[in-house]
């Protein structure tokens, strides 16, 4: 069966649906979900709110399609590690690295996800559980790799820290924009990580 080649409009409707999650993106980093209008995001990209309605029926429903869009972002972080050996310092490294070049392509889409978590954390809304899956795509197969480290003690909780103290160099670069560069921040987060496993 041949698929069918999709129309202009096909097309134009599906770029304008990725307009509409990047920016909802950008603005739930910056402003949070509750904080952001459906005025806001039509303004971000240029449209009326009746045209972000015609392409998500809710808010809720650009909601999903974030977390949609952030969970395969997440899947970057678990292939490095599902592809690692075990855990290293070498393997810290490489998920620090890979957060930098997230970072300097879409600075708010690196911290969207930390932002909704702090937002949705402990208000039973069913995209709390959600945003635990979308962590666990990468927290659960580096856990696996921290079982045989021989100074982790639980490698689960382990590896939530790590992935919640990535993230915070990602906010500090936000934060501290002018200041210090991520790559700096990057380089002394690993710089102690290097101390204490000698």
Sequence with gaps: MRRK???KKEVQGKATH???????????AKQGYYKTTITDLAQAIGLTSGAVFHHFQTKEAILDAVVDWLERGMHAYSNIT???????????EEVVQLMCSHFKRNPEATICLAALATEFAGSNHPIEKRLKQVYDVFVEPFARKLDDHESVTDPLAASI???GSVQGIAVQGLLRHG???IDRLAEGYLSMMKKWQA
């Excluded at 990725?18 to 739930?28: E, G, H």
């Excluded at 599902?82 to 810290?92: D, K, T």
């Design 5 to 7: 080649n999709a129309t």
């Design 18 to 28: 990725v307009k509409i999650v990047k920016a909802a993106v950008k603005l739930f």
């Design 82 to 92: 599902e592809n690692a050996e075990l855990g290293s310092l070498a393997l810290l």
């Design 161 to 163: 820290a790590f992935a």
């Design 179 to 181: 200041e210090q560069t």
